[in-house]
Structure formats: C-alpha cells, structure tokens
C-alpha cells in the first residue's frame, strides 16, 4: 500500500536540505516531474514492476491510491512528504496548484507493458468527479 514519509531535512542558517535515499528498492532509473498540470488527473494507472516515489517540489496536489484492499487520499503539501507508490497502488493524481511541480522517482524506466489501466473492482473512484 501506498505509504508517505517525511524526508530527513536538515535546517541552517544557509537554508534547508533535504534527503532522498533509501526510499524505493533498486536502482534509480527514471526521474521526471509534472508542472503546470492545472485541475485535471494525471496518471490512472499502475504497474506490473514499477515503484515510483512522489515529492512535490513546489505547491501541492492530491494522489488517490488503490492496492485492491484499501483506498486512501494523500495531500502533497511540502517538499519534505514523499509518497512511495508500490507496483499494485492503482493511482490519479490532480488537483495541482498553479504553482506545483511533482517530481517522480522510479526504479524503472519507461516500458508501455508496464502499466495497467483498469482500476480494481472495488474502486470507488472518488477522483472520478476531476476527471
């Protein structure tokens, strides 16, 4: 199941630092991020291998997640959160501020065979009213 944690951030007078590393298994493959998104879902998927970690950078936006068994919404508010998605976490993220940047982490590169798209049966797609 989808899980969030609070990065490690250090604090000084020369600003914040704040630490990514031993949050996904493997190896880091694909970096991207989503900017200027606007109110609409991103996303609608999951994986057969793929886990991707969520930090948004600036601003803030919702992430819907969905294993099969639970359901639980996330609010991405500070580059401290980071939300690990495993492979089976069916996700729609949306209500992006103006001013977010989500940045994605994967320990899988790009594969189309990837991802899934039906939601579970027992989703309730409480996104569905963004869409």
Not at 37 to 57: D, E, V
Not at 63 to 85: I, M
Request: hydrophobic letters at 35%; charged letters at 25%.
């Amino acid at each position: 199941m989808a899980k969030l944690y609070e990065l490690k951030t250090f604090t000084s007078g020369n600003g914040n630092l704040t630490v990514f590393e031993e949050i996904i298994p493997g190896v880091i493959q694909r970096v991207f991020y989503i900017y200027e998104a606007g109110q609409g879902a991103r996303a609608g998927h999951r994986h057969i291998r793929a886990w991707n970690a969520l930090i948004c950078l600036n601003g803030s936006c919702r992430v819907y997640s969905n294993n099969g068994e639970e359901e639980t919404t996330f609010q991405l508010t500070s580059p401290r959160q980071c939300l690990v998605l495993e492979p089976e976490d069916w996700h729609i993220m949306d209500e992006f501020s103006s001013d977010a940047i989500l940045l994605v982490v994967s320990n899988e590169t790009y594969d189309k065979d990837d991802y899934i798209y039906e939601p579970y049966p027992n989703s309730r797609l409480i996104m569905a009213d963004s869409e």
